[in-house]
């Protein structure tokens, strides 16, 4: 398992593509440079576990951000399949409510091997406004519908969650310093925000308490990928 030790350990990089030799491309070449690798529904739905295997064959740590959402039998036992992928970390939607979150908690547990991987969930998504929670029925600010599924996360016995960087100080005040934040739309001053909302700099957001980054397009999109990861890996080493 990789600790968020070193400043490029801290960063996950999303493979958000369905091109296989691209992904495998990216992954042979940011060996070393990053934490790991996060894996979405864009790429498994296309290639599935084999196609999630050819990637990290190399060893590199996964993400496996499927965000599983729906009753709880079928979550523990989507968790459980999984597992063969030995995935770092895997996620749920937290909006799936307690029962759903301990379900896949014990599926987790239940398994034999030595070292469990992280169990995170989503709060609410960084894409997403006040106006866009108030379109599905939820008049709240964004922070607060993000501390209220936080704190149910963790008393669901999960790991931490995935939150904006803005959320980080206001999640930290809430649930502790043990409870990790895994933080996606991060942008270097130099990448574009483009569907992000709410964002902040790799620097400011691990200054802020931010336990692992997820950052994509400012990495997998420049020119030169590995050039990229190691200007932000720099960055971080300045915080």
């Known amino acids: 398992m990789v600790e968020a030790l070193q400043p490029q350990h801290r960063i996950f990089v999303a493979i958000d593509t369905t091109d296989l030799g691209r992904a495998v491309e990216l992954s042979s ?30 060893g590199m740590p996964l993400f496996l951000d499927l965000k599983f959402h729906d009753i709880p039998n079928t979550v523990a036992g989507a968790i459980k399949a999984s597992l063969q992928l030995d995935p770092f970390m895997v996620n749920v939607h937290a909006s799936g409510g307690r029962r759903m979150m301990v379900a896949a908690k014990e599926a987790i547990d239940a398994d034999h091997k030595s070292q469990h991987p992280l169990l ?29 599924l936080a704190k149910l996360t963790k008393s669901s016995g999960l790991d931490g969650v995935v939150c904006s960087a803005k959320e980080v100080v206001a999640l930290r005040g809430t649930v502790g310093d043990d409870f990790k934040l895994i933080v996606p739309g991060i942008r270097p001053t130099w990448a574009s925000a ?8 790799p620097k400011d957001a691990v200054a802020l308490g931010a336990d692992y980054l997820v950052i994509g397009r400012p990495i997998t999109g420049h020119d030169d990928p590995v050039h990229a990861a190691k200007l932000i890996a720099d960055e971080l080493i300045s915080a």
């Not at 995170?120 to 379109?135: C, G, Y």
């Not at 483009?194 to 700099?201: K, M, N, V």
């Open 29 to 58: 070449g940011l060996k070393g440079l990053v934490g790991g690798l996060k894996i979405g529904k864009e790429f498994f739905t296309a290639h599935g576990p084999e196609g999630v295997h050819r990637v990290i064959e190399n």
């Open 120 to 148: 995170i969930a989503v709060t609410v998504l960084t894409s997403m406004a006040r106006e866009d929670l108030t379109e599905l029925g939820l008049d709240v600010d964004p922070l607060q519908q993000v501390l209220r």
């Open 194 to 201: 483009d569907d992000q909302r709410r964002i902040l700099t």
